[in-house]
């Protein structure tokens, strides 16, 4: 919109330094400032996504009965509608194909019950989901330890709190302990033979690549990989490794705006 300035007025009495000062702030302010403070200019404003674009899952009863139940994982809401829409999306899509579910990084179980949340027909079928984490709450050092004080208020307290998180489903493997190793272990006893959706969420990309290059042979054509944190500010070095890994299959990962990011096979 362009700034007519009336003569007389203040603003026309201004030293033409300060003028200048004035009304490029004011072009800022109009431009940028005004319609981010906005909500009606953003009705969809949340874990640094902003859109005016169509968000009508956000009154899917499907999903507002998963994100809800996703919810009662943490006691309050996060704000993650985008990443739950995405992950129950992933899970819906790959429910068909042959294959069980995987997560690399459960934490306290916040994706994987929206998920299941949103799958009637999960416990009349017979897919299998296995759930990897050390289900501690300790912060995860450079070295992929976990034995500082400081902790993550999205990881488990315990084993126990999580499996009683999922007490409402079957088929539900919970396999404590650190990666790659654990995930090893499954596969040389041929106990998942193939992978239709994957979950990676372990915030060390280092281990993160080590995992795909086991899982990638048994996902499911067509199958998917949902990557939590792949463009998220702050975890660039999981952008490059991720980004290195795709390469390597000859495939590209799409970014979300929410910050994740998705691999079909």
């Known amino acids: 919109m362009k700034t007519i300035i009336i003569k007389g007025s203040k603003i026309d ?6 003028k200048k000062i004035y009304l490029f702030f004011r072009y800022i302010f109009n431009k940028y400032i005004k319609n981010i403070s906005n909500p009606k200019y953003y009705p969809y404003y949340y874990d640094g996504l902003a859109t005016r674009h169509n968000c009508s899952f956000l009154n899917n009863e499907n999903f507002l009965k998963s994100y809800n139940r996703g919810k009662k994982t943490h006691g309050l809401d996060y704000e993650m509608p985008f990443r739950a829409h995405q992950s129950i999306w992933c899970a819906n899509n790959t429910f068909e194909l042959e ?6 990084g459960t934490g306290k179980g916040f ?3 929206c998920v299941l949340e949103s799958l009637e027909k999960w416990n009349v079928s017979d897919k299998k989901m296995w759930l990897f ?3 501690k709450p300790e912060v995860v050092d450079q070295e992929g330890n976990q034995d500082g004080e400081k902790k993550c208020k999205f990881y488990a307290e315990n084993l126990d709190s999580v499996k009683k998180n999922f007490a409402g489903w079957q088929n539900i493997n919970f396999i404590e302990g650190k990666l790659p190793g654990t995930f090893k272990k499954i596969l040389e006893k041929k106990e998942i033979k193939n992978i239709s959706f994957l979950h990676v969420d372990l915030n060390y990309p280092t281990v993160e690549f080590e995992c795909l290059e086991y899982a ?3 996902l499911s054509k067509g199958g998917v990989i949902l990557f939590d944190d792949y463009a998220y500010s702050g975890y660039e070095k999981s952008y490059k490794l991720m980004n290195n890994f795709a390469k390597k299959v000859n495939k590209l990962i799409l970014t979300t705006p929410s910050g994740q990011g998705i ?3």
Not at 13 to 18: A, S, W
Request: overall charge negative; cysteine-free; glycine content about 4%.
């Open 13 to 18: 009495k201004m030293n033409p330094f300060y």
């Open 99 to 104: 294959g069980d579910f995987v997560e690399f």
């Open 111 to 113: 994706t994987m019950t």
């Open 133 to 135: 984490d050390t289900f």
């Open 216 to 218: 990638w042979p048994i």
């Open 263 to 265: 691999l079909i096979k």
